[in-house]
């Protein structure tokens, strides 16, 4: 049986899809799953004596199950921190969804999850003739979108799922990572991103930096991803 996978999508960068896929990989560990993280793109990788190396990256092959090669948890490790089309053509890369395709399929041979995350926002250019939102389509899978609560959040996570749904990919939920801790009616925010996000809530990702705490909070999200597909895809 093939590894069941979530796509962990975001609203910006910088609004926690690392922190979050990293609680989702250990809550859905706390299941008994084996559980491995995938990041098919990632801009802004540092040399290393191993060579390109990207810090979202090994922070999902090192929250994974088992050990995994970091060339199959991110076959793509781009150099500049620009967005992916231009960091893949300032190396002469051109990225295959053919061949993220053959990486998530060998990380799912050795697990029971793949989670995998996205690169920034969703309409993000993986070249001249590739959207992100392929990479979903073609592995087939549903999406969490992490909403970074900060000004502005309602727009970008509407504008979001909106995106999602134009692309043909099932939205699962949305879960709220607390990127401004000093936000202003956090909890109006909270409740207005309730009433118009057509998805549930999943969960608030408190401030700091507490892996427990994070994965007990969007503990919905494991609970939602491991029911079964035919609820799931309702």
């Known amino acids: 049986m093939s590894a069941r996978g979530v796509f962990i999508a975001g609203t910006d960068t910088g609004v926690g899809k690392t922190r979050c896929s990293v609680a989702l990989i250990h809550a859905l560990r706390a299941t008994g799953a084996r559980v491995l ?10 040399p290393s004596p191993q060579g390109l190396r990207n810090e979202d990256a090994l922070a999902l092959q090192a929250a994974g199950t088992d050990p995994a090669a970091y060339a199959s948890i991110n076959p793509y490790a781009l150099r500049d921190p620009v967005a992916p089309h231009l960091a893949a053509a300032a190396m002469g890369v051109q990225i295959d969804i053919g061949h993220i395709a053959q990486s998530y399929a060998e990380l799912g041979r ?59 990919c099932p939205l699962l939920g949305w879960i709220g990572n607390l990127v401004d801790p000093h936000m202003a009616q956090l909890g109006a925010n909270i409740e207005t991103l309730r009433r118009l996000l057509p998805v549930p809530l999943l969960g608030i990702v408190p401030h700091g930096r507490d892996i427990e705490t994070d994965a007990q909070a969007i503990a919905a999200a494991a609970a939602l991803c491991i029911a079964p597909r035919d609820l ?3």
């Open 232 to 234: 799931r895809n309702a």
């Open 37 to 46: 993280g995938f990041k098919p793109v990632a801009s802004g990788c540092l």
């Open 110 to 168: 050795a697990a029971d999850w793949v989670v995998v995350e996205a690169a920034g926002g969703w309409r993000v250019p993986l070249s001249d003739s590739l959207m992100q939102d392929a990479i979903p389509r073609r592995l087939e899978l549903p999406v969490v979108l992490i909403v970074g609560l900060r000004l502005g959040c309602i727009n970008h996570a509407l504008l979001s799922a909106t995106a999602i749904a134009a692309d043909g």
